[in-house]
């Protein structure tokens, strides 16, 4: 897999980044650093994990990426539910953010679990090879 571009699970990771860039340019100058740049980047760094291991030469690579962007988006969801909790973000907004975030993070781990089954790995666990 080659085009990242093509993954819908890419697009979407790519559409909420650009709208978390949106939303987390109106909190306060002293967060540049904090939390705005946390929000930012494990938001960033869903679409950019994807794109790395769509490039990568093997499932196996391609699957280890995938799982860091997993992790990415969990970590976005921290940071959003922070920034509601500190009112950088109203409620709403926050919950339409991580609405969008849950969606992509479903769509993640239904692509690992595809690239597991190609790869014949059941719960993270590698299989023995049929002897």
Avoid at 106 to 119: S, V
């Amino acid at each position: 897999m080659s085009d990242y571009a093509k993954l819908e699970v890419w697009r979407k990771a790519h559409a909420l980044t650009l709208e978390v860039y949106r939303e987390t340019g109106v909190f306060p100058k002293s967060e540049m650093f904090g939390l705005t740049s946390q929000i930012r980047r494990s938001a960033a760094s869903i679409g950019a994990n994807l794109a790395e291991g769509c490039g990568r030469r093997s499932d196996r690579e391609l699957r280890r990426f995938i799982r860091i962007a997993v992790g990415s988006s969990n970590e976005l969801d921290y940071h959003l539910l922070l920034a509601r909790d500190l009112s950088f973000l109203n409620a709403k907004t926050a919950e339409v953010l991580r609405g969008k975030n849950g969606e992509i993070g479903r769509m993640l781990t239904g692509l690992l679990g595809r690239i597991n089954h190609r790869l014949g790995i059941r719960n993270g666990e590698e299989l023995e090879p049929n002897t």
